[in-house]
């Protein structure tokens, strides 16, 4: 049996489709709350907002999302999920932030013969080796991170994502305009929106956060949240939505 890294089965490709448009691409991933699974993605991408202008540019109707099939993991079964329903919303924001977030949550509930591999954004450490639960690793700026989505629309082979990295560009403490934005510095184009983002190492002696060092014998990493876009059109420099407020709009389900 195939073994794949722990992002890599949990970035869907997502087909956003709006009556009288061409369909525009994006990623998304799966998280479980109280009220079932939930689509993770960007606001922008279910209101076909502009996310730096704030210009409504289209109004998407549904997400075709491509889910592992049930026991498959790399065959993929078709899903859509509806956005409007009798003319309302089907998404949730944060609660407290609203429109600012640009998150949203998606309920999915056709998931005949689907497999679903979620993110828990409370417990954001992930460890191959069981011998590892708990370990975590020092992460500061200039450190590596990945993006792990869909640029362009494209996928590595079926729809496996493709794996972006770049460097976080400010302190894990500090939030960007006063809001839980982490920054990072990559080379990222359409179709990464939505994108979990996900610092991960191979194993090994690594630093810890605690100043010790660990050996471990096992792939090791932390999911950080979900990219949204650039901070301007001429810029590298783009956005982390931290794990923490996608934790706060799961509770609030």
Same mark, same amino acid.
């Given at each position: 049996?195939?073994?794949?890294?722990?992002?890599?089965?949990?970035?869907?490709?997502?087909?956003?489709?709006?009556?009288?448009?061409?369909?525009?691409? &994006?990623?998304?991933?799966?998280?479980?709350?109280?009220?079932?699974?939930?689509?993770?993605?960007?606001?922008?991408?279910?209101?076909?907002?502009?996310?730096?202008?704030?210009?409504?540019?289209?109004?998407?109707?549904?997400?075709?999302?491509?889910?592992?099939?049930?026991?498959?993991?790399?065959?993929?079964?078709?899903?859509?999920?509806? $956005?409007?329903?009798?003319?309302?919303?089907?998404?949730?924001?944060?609660?407290?932030?609203?429109?600012?977030?640009?998150?949203?949550?998606?309920?999915?509930?056709?998931?005949?013969?689907?497999?679903?591999?979620?993110?828990?954004?409370?417990?954001?450490?992930?460890?191959? &080796?069981?011998?590892?639960?708990?370990?975590?690793?020092?992460?500061?700026?200039?450190?590596?991170?990945?993006?792990?989505?869909?640029?362009?629309?494209?996928?590595?082979?079926?729809?496996?994502?493709?794996?972006?990295?770049?460097?976080?560009?400010?302190?894990?403490?500090?939030?960007?305009?006063?809001?839980?934005?982490? $920054?990072?510095?990559?080379?990222?184009?359409?179709?990464?929106?939505?994108?979990?983002?996900? &610092?991960?190492? &191979?194993?090994?002696?690594?630093?810890?956060?605690?100043?010790?060092?660990? $050996?471990?014998?096992?792939?090791?990493?932390?999911?950080?949240?979900?990219?949204?876009?650039?901070?301007?059109?001429?810029?590298?420099?783009?956005?982390?939505?931290?794990?923490?407020?996608?934790?706060?709009?799961?509770?609030?389900?």
């Amino acid at each position: 049996m195939k073994h794949f890294a722990f992002p890599t089965l949990r970035s869907l490709y997502i087909e956003v489709i709006g009556e009288g448009c061409k369909p525009a691409n &994006a990623t998304g991933f799966v998280v479980q709350s109280s009220k079932g699974p939930h689509l993770i993605t960007n606001r922008h991408v279910v209101t076909g907002t502009d996310n730096i202008t704030g210009i409504v540019k289209w109004i998407p109707t549904e997400l075709k999302l491509m889910h592992h099939k049930i026991g498959c993991p790399g065959e993929w079964v078709s899903r859509i999920e509806p $956005l409007l329903l009798y003319n309302e919303d089907q998404w949730s924001e944060h609660p407290v932030l609203k429109e600012k977030a640009d998150f949203v949550a998606v309920p999915i509930s056709n998931l005949d013969d689907v497999d679903l591999y979620f993110y828990d954004p409370a417990k954001p450490w992930y460890c191959f &080796a069981e011998a590892n639960a708990g370990e975590d690793f020092l992460l500061g700026p200039a450190d590596v991170v990945s993006i792990v989505g869909f640029p362009f629309g494209k996928s590595s082979s079926g729809f496996f994502p493709i794996w972006v990295s770049g460097f976080l560009a400010s302190e894990l403490s500090e939030n960007y305009l006063g809001l839980p934005i982490q $920054l990072v510095d990559s080379r990222t184009r359409v179709g990464q929106s939505g994108s979990p983002v996900f &610092a991960y190492r &191979a194993g090994g002696l690594l630093p810890t956060s605690v100043g010790t060092s660990s $050996l471990l014998d096992g792939p090791v990493g932390k999911f950080l949240g979900i990219y949204s876009g650039r901070i301007d059109k001429d810029s590298d420099i783009g956005m982390i939505w931290k794990a923490s407020a996608l934790d706060e709009l799961i509770q609030s389900l």
